[in-house]
T-cell receptor, first 114, second 113 residues
Framework: AQTVTQSQPEMSVQEAETVTLSCTYDTSESDYYLFWYKQPPSRQMILVIRQEAYKQQNATENRFSVNFQKAAKSFSLKISDSQLGDAAMYFCAYRSGTASKLTFGTGTRLQVTL | EAQVTQNPRYLITVTGKKLTVTCSQNMNHEYMSWYRQDPGLGLRQIYYSMNVEVTDKGDVPEGYKVSRKEKRNFPLILESPSPNQTSLYFC????????????FGQGTRLTVV
C-alpha cells in the first residue's frame, strides 16, 4: 500500500519570505500523480499544484513550485513571496495511475507572520 | 458553477441515532468518495464509488454505509453513530482518470455525543 509522510506538523514563515514543505511517499508503482492541497480555515480543499511522475520537469504555479525527486520519492512544495493568505493546512497526496483514490499525508500547518 | 455540495455543514447528534450526510456533484463525474479528517491523521478514505451501483470500501469503512443510485449523488449513512465517528467529513468527486483534479465538498463537522 502506498503511504505519504509529512514530517513537519507545523511551519512558520515571514511575509514575503520563502518556505518549503516536505513530503515523502512510498510506492512500488512507476505511474502515479502527486498533488498538494491547501485547506484554509474555511475548510475548503483547494488544489495548489500537481505533478505527473513521468515528467522530469518540476511543476510550477505562480508562487508555488515543487521539487520532485523521483528516485528519493520526495515531493516538496516551495512557496515564494509568502502572503498572509497562504496560511493554511497543506496536504500532500498520492494517486496511482491505475486507481482514482487519493492517499493523503497528515498535513503541515503553515503560519505566516508579519 | 462546478461544485460538490455537502449537507449539513455542521451536525451534532446522539449515539445510536441514524443519520445521513448528503453529497451531490454537477460535473458528471464517475468517481466519488468519502473521507474523514482527524487531527494528526490527515484524510482517510471511507468508501468510494466508480459509477452508479458500484461502491467499495476504503481504508476506514467500519460503521459507515453508502449508496450510489444516481450518478450525481453519493450519500454517507451512519446507521448507529458512535463518539469515535466524531470527525470532519469530506465528499469528493473526479473523473476516473488519475491525473484529473478531485473536487471537494465544503466538509461536514459531525459531533456524536
Amino acid at each position: 500500500a502506498q503511504t505519504v509522510t509529512q514530517s513537519q506538523p507545523e511551519m512558520s514563515v515571514q511575509e514575503a519570505e520563502t518556505v518549503t514543505l516536505s513530503c515523502t511517499y512510498d510506492t512500488s508503482e512507476s505511474d502515479y500523480y502527486l498533488f498538494w492541497y491547501k485547506q484554509p480555515p474555511s475548510r475548503q480543499m483547494i488544489l495548489v499544484i500537481r505533478q505527473e511522475a513521468y515528467k522530469q520537469q518540476n511543476a510550477t504555479e505562480n508562487r508555488f513550485s515543487v521539487n520532485f525527486q523521483k528516485a528519493a520519492k520526495s515531493f516538496s512544495l516551495k512557496i515564494s513571496d509568502s502572503q498572509l493568505g497562504d496560511a493554511a493546512m497543506y496536504f500532500c497526496a498520492y494517486r496511482s495511475g491505475t486507481a482514482s483514490k487519493l492517499t493523503f499525508g497528515t498535513g503541515t500547518r503553515l503560519q505566516v507572520t508579519l | 458553477e462546478a461544485q460538490v455540495t455537502q449537507n449539513p455543514r455542521y451536525l451534532i447528534t446522539v449515539t445510536g441515532k441514524k443519520l445521513t450526510v448528503t453529497c451531490s456533484q454537477n460535473m458528471n463525474h464517475e468517481y466519488m468518495s468519502w473521507y474523514r479528517q482527524d487531527p494528526g491523521l490527515g484524510l482517510r478514505q471511507i468508501y468510494y464509488s466508480m459509477n452508479v451501483e458500484v461502491t467499495d470500501k476504503g481504508d476506514v469503512p467500519e460503521g459507515y454505509k453508502v449508496s450510489r443510485k444516481e450518478k450525481r449523488n453519493f450519500p454517507l449513512i451512519l446507521e448507529s453513530p458512535s463518539p469515535n465517528q466524531t470527525s470532519l467529513y469530506f465528499c469528493a468527486s473526479s473523473l476516473v482518470a488519475a491525473n484529473t483534479e478531485a473536487f471537494f465538498g465544503q466538509g461536514t463537522r459531525l459531533t456524536v455525543v
